[in-house]
């Protein structure tokens, strides 16, 4: 079971790039090795087949920083994340020390599970609603509309402080 946020619906994986050389900055590129932890992530967390996703097909959109501690004790989150988008059919196993449940969704399903998580029904992780509101539906159009690369910001990092 998680030790942080766990069963609070949330982003698909973490990117977290462990202290290896193919994750760090491979060909002195910091987002490669990002690209290369997430497909290892996708695999550790949703049990998708190692090889199903290209690191190249993981397309960056922006870095985020934020805060946030875990109502289940002392632990909590302080990170630097990158905002990584795809669409792609995959078959997937999720890991059940990683992944209560799976749930796809429309824009308007997941602003529903958000009033939910205000009425206490439901968890959501905190940088996940944040990212959404400031920005994730915004990115969800342009995604749609095949115009994500107008969202993609490589000089800034949108800080969210304390979450």
Same mark, same amino acid.
């Given at each position: 079971?998680?030790?942080?946020?766990?069963?609070?619906?949330?982003?698909?994986?973490?990117?977290?790039?462990?202290?290896?050389?193919?994750?760090?900055?491979?060909?002195?590129?910091?987002?490669?090795?990002?690209?290369?932890?997430?497909?290892?992530?996708?695999?550790?967390?949703?049990?998708?087949?190692?090889?199903?996703?290209?690191?190249?097909?993981?397309?960056?959109?922006?870095? +985020?920083?934020?805060?946030?501690?875990?109502?289940?004790?002392?632990?909590?989150?302080?990170? +630097?994340?990158?905002?990584?988008?795809?669409?792609?059919?995959?078959?997937?196993?999720?890991?059940?020390?990683?992944?209560?449940?799976?749930?796809?969704?429309?824009?308007?399903?997941?602003?529903?599970?958000?009033?939910?998580?205000?009425?206490?029904?439901?968890?959501?992780?905190?940088?996940?609603?944040?990212?959404?509101?400031?920005?994730?539906?915004?990115?969800?159009?342009?995604?749609?509309?095949?115009?994500?690369?107008?969202?993609?910001?490589?000089?800034? +990092?949108?800080?969210?402080?304390?979450?």
């Amino acid at each position: 079971m998680q030790a942080t946020f766990a069963s609070y619906w949330t982003n698909t994986c973490c990117s977290h790039p462990l202290h290896v050389a193919e994750e760090l900055s491979p060909g002195g590129s910091t987002l490669r090795g990002v690209q290369n932890a997430a497909v290892r992530k996708l695999s550790h967390e949703l049990g998708v087949k190692e090889g199903s996703v290209a690191p190249e097909e993981l397309k960056y959109i922006t870095r +985020i920083h934020y805060k946030a501690y875990s109502d289940q004790g002392e632990w909590g989150e302080h990170e +630097i994340d990158y905002v990584l988008f795809i669409q792609k059919d995959l078959e997937y196993d999720p890991s059940p020390n990683e992944v209560d449940d799976v749930k796809f969704v429309t824009a308007s399903e997941l602003k529903d599970i958000f009033d939910q998580a205000k009425l206490g029904k439901t968890k959501v992780t905190p940088w996940f609603k944040h990212i959404m509101d400031s920005s994730g539906f915004s990115w969800w159009e342009k995604f749609q509309a095949g115009q994500l690369q107008d969202c993609v910001d490589t000089v800034n +990092i949108m800080r969210f402080g304390d979450v």
